[in-house]
C-alpha cells in the first residue's frame, strides 16, 4: 500500500502481551485517528484494551526521537547533540573495531528483551550483528525463565491447554495472573465457560482487578503456592479425586508423590498460606471434581526465590486428576512451543567466531557493569528499559553512570535509560516496518506490513543491524537480507509440525494465520522430557541438585505465615510490584493519556500495617531497604493480607521524585531457570516528614 494513502489497514499490536492482537488502524493524513480491534481476528474479535485504543498518542507523541544523537554533557543529564546517520554508523562501528581489537570482542554486549515482539526487530539481523561480532551473549531471563523452567521439568515441552478450548471448562484457576488486565482475551473466553455455570477462582497475594471480577479469591501469603499445590494433592490423594489410569499410563513417579504429598495436610499448608484449611478443602473438591478444570499460571508467581517449583509444582495437577485428555482441561503457562520458527535462519549462529562466548544474565546486568576482571566496555539497548525494568536499579544506573562505558541506546523516546547513552538512534514505530509476529499464548501467526511513514530519521532495528554489519565489512549475503526473505526463511522450518502450512503467502492473503494443530492429538506421546512422560518425580531435577518432586521452599528474603516477620531475613514488609492496567511494563509510563488514567504511583497497604506505623490514606510515603529508598503515595486498603505492600506499574523517574520500584528489588536468581526474583523483596515503610515531595539524589 502506499503509507501516505487514507483509510483502514490491518496491523498488529507488537506489545509484550499474550493477546498478540489483530488491529485495525485507521489513518487520515498521515496520522492514525483511531486504533481498533480487527473483528476477523478469532481471538481479538474487535476488542482491544485502553491502552492500545490509545496508540496513537504515543506513535505520534511529539517526544518521539526523530534524529539520531550523540551526548555533550554528562550522563544521565540529557544534553545531546543532533549528528547524521553516517556519523552514528561510523562512530560505532569505529568503537567496535577498537574495543575488539584493545578488550576483545566480549567488552561489548547487547542488552534486548520484547519491547516489540516482532521476529525480525529482536531475533532476526540483531542476533546476526552480536553474533558476527563475537560479543557476550545476553541471558534474556527477565521475564519467564523461572516458570518456563519449571514447566518443562514437569511437561517438557513448551505448550499447554489450547486458549479457544478453555470455554469448555467447568473451573478455571487463575493462579499468579492478573489476566483483567494483562490478557484479556483469556477472561472473554472464561465469561463464556461461566455463561455456561464455570466457576472462576482467583489465588493471589492481591485482590487485583482479576480478583474483583472472580467468583471466589483466595489471598495468600507470597511464595507460598507450592505448598498450596501440595495441599491440593494431599486433599486428591487422600479423597481419592484422582486418575490412578491417567497417571500409570502418562506419568512417572505418582506413587512416589503420593507418599510425599502425606506430609502437606491442610493445616500444615493452611499455617504456611495464610488460607483457612476449610478453604483448602474446598478448593480441591472444587478442583478435583470438575470434569473439566483450567488452569491459568501467571507470570507472578514465578517472579520469586521458589518461582520455578512454583510453576513445577502447580502443573503436576492437572496429570493427577487425568485432565490433559479432556478438551479445555489441563493448564498454561507459555504456549511459545507451537510457534517455534526457524531461529538457526533467522540468527545464525554460526557467524560466532567463538561458540563458546562468555554469557551474561540481563537480570545481573548491574553486577556484570561492576566486573574488573575482562570488563564491560560496550552496552547497545534496544526494546528495553534497563534502568526502570531491571532489579536493584540503582545499580543498575550506577553502571550506567560509568564514563569509560560506551552505551548505545535505539529507542522511540528519551527514556531513563537513554539519558545515559553515549548515542541514542531514533527507532521506527512497528507500525513502520514489515514483520512477523507469533503469539505465546494464541495460536494465530500475522504479518504486518507497514501502514505509517516513518518520522524524521527514525530506522528500524532491522536496518540499523544491517546498517552497522556492513560498516563492519561483513558478508553483504546475510546482513543484506531483505525483509520477506528472512520471513520466509523463519516459517521454513520442518522440524515444528505446527508451523506446517504456514507461509508468507498466505500470511498475505489472509494477514493471520492458524498454526496447524493437528499435531495435538499426540501431544501426551511425545512430550519431551526425560521418560517422555509427565514426570511428577523428575530425574532431571534431581541431576540439576534440586528436589526431584514438588517441594515447598520459603523465600530467601521474608516470610510465610510459619515463619513471621520478626523471624524472617530481611524487612518486615513482602514488596510485590506488579504491572499496572494502562502501562505495558514501562511504555506508556511517558505518555500524558496513559499516565493520567493511572494517576500516580501508589503503595497500597493494609490498615494494620499504615496503623502501626501512623501512616494515613494519600500519605507520602517513603519506601525503603538496603538496596536504597523511594517515595509513594499511600493508599490505605484491605485487598492484601497483613505484612504485603503492593506498588503496581513501571513508572519512569519522575513528578520531582525517586520512584522506581525495581531500586528495591533483588537481583538474586531463581531457584530454575537463573530468572527474576522481582516480587522476593522486603521493605519498611515510614510516614514522609512534613509529606513533602523528596528531591530525587
Ligand atoms: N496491562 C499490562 N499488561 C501486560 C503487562 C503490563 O505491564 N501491563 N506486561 C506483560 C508482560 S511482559 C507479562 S510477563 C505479563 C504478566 O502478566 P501476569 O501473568 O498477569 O503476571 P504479573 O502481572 O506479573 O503478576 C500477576 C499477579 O501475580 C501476583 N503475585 C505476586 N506474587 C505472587 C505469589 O507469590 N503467588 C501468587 N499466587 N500470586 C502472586 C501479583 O499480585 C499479580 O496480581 O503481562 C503482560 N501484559
Ligand atoms: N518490579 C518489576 N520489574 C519488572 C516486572 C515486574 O512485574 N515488576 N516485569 C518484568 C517483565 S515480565 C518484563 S517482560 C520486563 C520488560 O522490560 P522491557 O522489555 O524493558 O519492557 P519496556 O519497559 O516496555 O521497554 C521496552 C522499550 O522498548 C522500546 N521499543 C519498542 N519498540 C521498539 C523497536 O522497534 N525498536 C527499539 N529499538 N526499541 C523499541 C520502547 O520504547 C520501550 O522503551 O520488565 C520486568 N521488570
Ligand atoms: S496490549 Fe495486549 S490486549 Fe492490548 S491490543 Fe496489544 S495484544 Fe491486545
Ligand atoms: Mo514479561
Redesign the pocket.
Known sequence: MNKSENGIFPAVCP?????TCGLLVHKQDGKIVKVEGNPDHPITQGAI?N?VRHMAERVHHPERLKHPLRRVGPKGEGRFEVISWDEAISEIAGKYKQLAAEYGPESIMPYSF?GNMGVLSVEGMDRRFFHALGASRLERTI??AAGVAGWKYTMGFRGGTSPEDTVNADVILV?????V???MHQVVLAEKARKRGAKVVV????R?R??QWADWFLP??????TA?ALGLMHILFRDGMTDDAFMERYTVGYRELREHAAAYPPELVSDITGIPAADIEKLARLYGEAAVSYI??????Q??DN?GM?VRTIACLPALTGQWLKQGGGAFRDNGGYASMNSRSLQRPELQPDARVRAINMNRIGEALEMTEQPLKSLFVYCSNPLVVAPDAERVRAGFAREDLFTVVHELFMTDTALYADIVLPATSSFENTDLYSSYWHHYIQLQEPVLEAPGECKSNREVFSLLGLAMGYDPEVFGQSELAMIREALDYPRNPYLNGVTLERLRAERHVKLDMTPKAAYLDHLPTASGRIELYSKSMELAGLPPLPTYTPLKEGYDGLRRPEQGTGYPLMF?S??????????FGNVEKHRKMEKRPLLQIHPEDAGARCIEDGDEVIVFNGRGDISLTAMVTDK?LPGTV?SQ??WWEGDGRRQRVNILTPDRLSDMGQGAT??SATVEVKRQAGNRPLLSE
Open positions: 506489545l509484550d502481551c499474550p493477546d484494551c491502552k520484547y521475564c519467564s493462579w499468579g495472573g492478573n489476566i488486565s494483562t490478557n489465588i493471589d497475594v492481591h487485583n482479576t480478583a495468600l501469603y507470597p511464595g507460598t503456592d498450596l491459568h499460571i501467571g507470570n507472578g508467581l517472579h520469586h518461582g512454583n510485590i506488579p504491572p499496572n492496567h494502562n502501562f505495558l511494563n514501562s511504555t492484601m503492593i506499574g513501571l522481582f516480587f
